[in-house]
């Protein structure tokens, strides 16, 4: 059964940085794509960020430049790096495997979510 458990978020001021991490058990995130969606309260959970099992990534455009995925392949954990926060970025962040091996498609599994707040 796959598991994965995101840690890191917080309270942080605009312009701060978070790392969110997502331990996986019952995968190995070396042959899976990963992603990041994130929600916002009254906002429909939107696909951030995603990294295939050969590293290539993509973001969406109102985190280009500033957020990073990456992953520990020994560790088994997934990273997103969050840099220049804004208020917007303020949402439960989760973790997500894809549905299909090496490459993103659709989440096929979803960790319980990190709360980031983004103060002014």
């Known amino acids: 059964q796959v598991q994965l458990v995101e840690s890191g978020g917080g309270l942080v001021q605009a312009g701060g940085s978070l790392r969110l991490s997502c331990a996986a058990s019952?995968?190995?995130?070396?042959?899976?794509?990963m992603g990041w969606y994130r929600q916002a309260p009254g906002k429909q959970r939107e696909l951030v960020a995603t990294?295939?099992?050969?590293?290539?990534?993509n973001y969406v455009d109102s985190v280009k430049g500033r957020f990073t995925i990456s992953r520990d392949n020994a560790k088994n954990t997934v990273y997103l790096q969050m840099n220049s926060l804004k208020p917007e970025d303020t949402a439960v962040y989760y973790c997500?495997?894809?549905?299909?091996?090496?490459?993103?498609?659709?989440?096929?599994?979803w960790g319980q979510g990190t709360q980031v707040t983004v103060s002014s």
């Open positions: 019952g995968t190995i995130i070396s042959i899976s794509a």
């Open positions: 990294i295939t099992s050969v590293g290539s990534t």
């Open positions: 997500a495997r894809s549905g299909s091996l090496g490459v993103w498609t659709y989440p096929g599994s």
